[in-house]
């Protein structure tokens, strides 16, 4: 007989709204891409454990063809402008430049047009705005708090607002690299890998913070877990799909079975998985984080081509800011 499972030891690693509040509405704005927006009150932050204030998701495929890059760049700029006020800009871009899926704020930095110093010649030409970048680096490495560095340079430079961008540890499988978080809460540094930092937010730095994240990191517990659960939808997969006329035409493995209609039998589940399969998701979960921590392999992994995948979204990405804080840029390309 199984054991009762006490969750509330249990630290699910998620920087994402969308796996902290459960009834979200998607749209989908182009095919593919799916948008779900949410002004978070602050009896419902406390609920799911997130600032109050509004959170913009945006989720898709692929971006490694030239069609959907400019369709989920567009998208991104739609979700983007709102939030932008298009005056003085301070960019950061967090993370440690020596791990690649941590490097997603440096390279979209890397890439944002700077104009500030032009100031000190004359008035910036109609079309761009004052931008100004800062790579800070972890504090691992520099010894110094994040946020305390920003405030410095936010008294200095005066921006209008603060736009962060940082990689984030997603809980699924399915939203790694494939999901864009925009939020006007700001971002706490390390906090989906257990590194928690002093926020970097309006409330730490007196001016309005923006934060864009793109979770490129899953911890094992989860990788396991979703293992279990697609196993469970092949398996429904291929008991309804052998009894129809489509099985007689096209090959299973031709057929991404998570894009179809499949309701997982109980009886299947249990039966699959004996007493494991009585576990609802986060009992599983859960009994995987006590099989993995103590020894020391409840991992943080990445996907093998992240090295070729960042590239792509921090260029998505910094190409989105360049062409909202700088229309001019834009025009340039018609």
């Not at 913009?56 to 979700?79: A, M, P, R, W």
């Not at 932008?84 to 997603?104: H, M, R, V």
């Not at 002093?198 to 934060?211: K, N």
């Amino acid at each position: 007989m199984l054991r009762e499972i006490d969750l509330k030891n249990f630290k699910i690693r998620t920087d994402l709204i969308t796996e902290s509040v459960t009834d979200l509405k998607r749209e989908e704005v182009l095919k593919g891409v799916f948008v779900s927006k949410l002004c978070l009150d602050e009896t419902r932050a406390k609920e799911g454990l997130k600032k109050p204030g509004n959170y913009t998701t945006i989720e898709f495929t692929d971006i490694t063809d030239i069609d959907n890059f400019l369709g989920v760049k567009q998208v991104l700029k739609s979700c983007l402008k709102p939030f932008i006020k298009g005056e003085k800009t301070l960019l950061i871009g967090l993370g440690n430049q020596k791990s690649t899926p941590d490097i997603l704020g440096p390279k979209t930095i890397d890439e944002i047009v700077v104009t500030s110093y032009l100031e000190n010649l004359g008035p910036l030409e109609e079309g761009f705005s004052s931008t100004a970048i800062f790579k800070p680096g972890v504090t691992g490495e520099t010894g110094l708090e994040t946020s305390s560095v920003l405030k410095s340079i936010v008294t200095s430079f005066k921006p209008k607002q603060v736009i962060v961008i940082d990689a984030l540890a997603s809980k699924s499988l399915d939203r790694v690299c494939k999901t864009i978080q925009i939020t006007d809460t700001g971002i706490e540094p390390g906090s989906g890998v257990g590194n928690k930092r002093t926020e970097i937010s309006a409330d730490t730095l007196g001016v309005p913070v923006l934060a864009i994240g793109i979770p490129t990191v899953v911890d094992a517990v989860s990788v396991v877990s979703d293992t279990i659960t697609y196993l469970m939808k092949q398996y429904s997969f291929q008991k309804k799909f052998l009894h129809t006329k489509k099985s007689r035409l096209i090959p299973t493995s031709k057929i991404n079975y998570l894009n179809e209609e499949i309701e997982i039998d109980k009886e299947d589940k249990e039966k699959v998985l004996g007493m494991l399969g009585l576990l609802e998701e986060e009992e599983v979960k859960e009994l995987f984080y006590e099989v993995l921590t103590p020894i020391g392999y409840n991992l943080m992994v990445t996907p093998k081509e992240i090295d070729f995948t960042v590239q792509k979204l921090a260029h998505l990405l910094a190409t989105a800011l360049n062409e909202i804080l700088h229309p001019k840029l834009e025009e340039s390309k018609e």
